[in-house]
């Protein structure tokens, strides 16, 4: 028995050998363990974003929120600002494509969270960053990396005054 | 007795070669779809589509499990060469 336990390679010399060539060697059952462990990790990490996906939904905008009067924005124009929350703030971007059509999107591109701009004299809404584009009437994805689609708000005209809300 | 297993070796003495190599590749190839479906779920969870996150991690254990067992095959490894029996720190 105390034979075998000297013919043994002490663990802490297997951990950390003397010889150079011996410490930067790593076998391909080490590797393949390793690739095993990445695989774990990736899959905690994919149960990670289920569970925040259902533990913190996306920010709702709860009510009507009122933006600006009707007559303040002109057809083609754009107007940019944030709304406030009690737990968040979200940029969106108000358009008023044509008379008695308005749509309004999340401001935040889909591909790196850079700043979208309605550009009318393209209709399309535009990213600066990498040219990623957006058509103004549905938020699809027309050009670029993006993604997925611009997140749509719901715009309501009332009385000349402006609203936002929750899209259905 | 049969000496199958010896025969064996003496034709394909590069077995447990091949056998390694193709569990590093089918690895690799299940780390690679692992991340794949990472990036579809974390999409998916800013798209609010509940039903492909949860599908995605399903698969992704799926394959991790896979791997796990994938181990099981690995081939032993050789006994070290001790030079000098009574000294181990040789």
Known sequence: ?168 | MSDYRETQNLIHPDKTNILMATIVVILIVIVTLQLWIMYGALNSSEDSNQVFVWAAFGASLLLFIAGLWLLKYLPDTKAKEVKDPDNPYV
């Open chain 1, 1 to 168: 028995m105390s034979q075998d336990n000297n013919n043994k390679t002490p663990v802490w010399k297997s951990d950390f050998p003397i010889k150079q060539d011996e410490s930067t060697l790593i076998s391909r059952r080490k590797f393949t363990k390793l690739l095993c462990l990445l695989s774990g990790g990736l899959a905690l990490g994919t149960g990670a974003i289920a569970i925040k996906s259902v533990a913190c939904p996306r920010a709702r905008i709860g009510g009507e929120y009122f933006v600006c009067e009707a007559s303040e924005l002109p057809v083609g124009g754009m107007k940019s600002s944030i709304i406030i929350n009690d737990k968040t703030e979200t940029p969106y971007i108000l358009i008023h494509l044509a008379e008695d059509k308005w749509r309004c999107f999340a401001q935040k591109c889909t591909h790196l969270s850079c700043s979208v701009l309605y550009r009318p004299d393209m209709k399309k809404i535009m990213c600066p960053c990498h040219e990623g584009a957006f058509d103004p009437e549905t938020g699809e994805v027309l050009q670029g990396p993006p993604p997925r689609p611009l997140p749509q708000i719901s715009v309501i005209v009332r009385e000349g005054k402006v609203y936002l809300t929750d899209k259905a």
